[in-house]
């Protein structure tokens, strides 16, 4: 057995779980509603205050959905009671970030500045000028949002100048050295 999609997913007070037709999941809690279309081979059942995923059979394939389905459903309950936030830094001599209104505005070394507009059900704010914190319910669209940013200028590895999450460690390397 999956150890992963075994475990019952707690629905905590003020959270209520949806199981419509096709495996159509609806979470909604005090931060919002999410709605996901979940694998239709799966049983998802609401058994009290939590929810349970069982797998028809052993294969392969329901095997990696049975783990996949159980996290999915998970992931919408934490962000709906929760939410999911990621932290983006800033590091280079005149890289810089701006907000204004839906759009962020990074300045990355390039001849043009960078605009980019938040997503529906992501805002984005700004810690100083090097900071960029990224909220929302939605685990996948923060963290694609925030992947979609740090790729405008990933981090090099001699001096350590991009965009990069705030708890990645770059990997340094040693610059060359000069002929004697």
Known sequence: ?????????????????????????????????????????MGIKIEGS??????????KKM??????TRTLIANM???????????????????????????????????????????EGVESTMDGQNKIIIKGIDKEKVGQYAAEIRAKRAPEPYKGKGIKYADEVIRRKVGKTGKK
């Open 1 to 41: 057995m999956s150890r992963i999609g075994r475990m019952p997913i707690a629905i905590p007070a003020g959270v209520t779980v949806d199981i419509a037709e096709n495996n159509k999941v609806t979470v909604k809690g005090p931060k919002g509603t999410l709605e996901r279309v979940l694998p239709a081979e």
């Open 50 to 59: 939590e929810v349970v995923v069982t797998r028809p059979n052993d294969l």
């Open 63 to 68: 095997k990696s959905l049975h783990g996949l």
């Open 77 to 119: 309950v934490i962000g709906v009671t929760e939410g999911y936030q990621k932290v983006l830094e800033i590091n280079g001599v005149g890289y810089r970030a701006a907000k204004s209104g839906k759009e962020l505005t990074l300045t990355l070394g390039y001849s043009h500045p960078v605009v980019m507009v938040d997503p």
